[in-house]
């Protein structure tokens, strides 16, 4: 499973507009809230032995924060309700009622260790609250916006126009040639980190189009077949990473100096070596990462 997939939640998107519906979701006793403080999961246990994602009674959850609090709804396991509210009003947020009860810290750590569906219900939360911080201001017209759909659109307060949740499509692809990939060191990146390709999507842009285009920017290398491989939504902050296979038609590197640093090709057994872990001195990506899995996918397919 890649990180950040696999929802177990029932979204009820026919269901969750309905404020009726919605408020008795929220009181009925079985529901959980996930709090975040800054964009930072609540995480149970202390830190030295963390045991899961916090969703904890609602009745708790309702005492946090400021009583207008941003609260949105993530979805339904059976009968039971999640939520996700924003407690970042409070200066300390472990005084009080959470104290006993687990430590928040930064979600690309937590998802390094939480079971695969409590990450992805972690990305939804962290996603959907961080838009709401940022939108509170009408982008056509300035006036405040108020929450609607249960935190999936907000409308203007003058204009009534409607503004939805962004979620910004990105490409991620490893180059191949034969027997050979590309990896490249980005410039932010710690020394001897190498990983695949990226780039946001422009405006008026294909995804075969995005990944010639940044290909060609970053390392000077132009790109036929493009094949897609797999997807991951990535919140940090809205992005949707689109993970493909592009086939070199040239191979000379000339990287851009920007972004990229230094590129080289690398066979596959070296690929592997480097998967294992059997070399000091070049890393590649987390599991964490869909780089990562795009990386193992070439690197374990015959011939
Ligand atoms: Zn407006």
Redesign the pocket.
Known sequence: MIAFCGNPLDRAGEKRGAADWLSAQRQHERTRVLPLWKLQPLILGPESDASGLGLIDGALASGLGAPDAVEVFLGLDGETAYFARDISSLAEPLSAALASLGHFRDARSAAAFLPPGEVAILGQAKALIDWHNRNGF??????A?AMADAGYRRV??????EHFPRTDPAVIMLVTAGDQCLLARNKRFAGGHYSTLAGFIEPGESIEEAVRREVFEEVGIQIGDVAYFASQPWPFPASLMIGCFGSAKTREIAVDGEEIVVAHWFDRETVKKLLAGKSDEIGLPRRDAIAHHLIRAWAEKDG
């Open positions: 009408c982008a056509r017209c300035g006036s916006t203007c307060s003058s204009c009534r126009c």
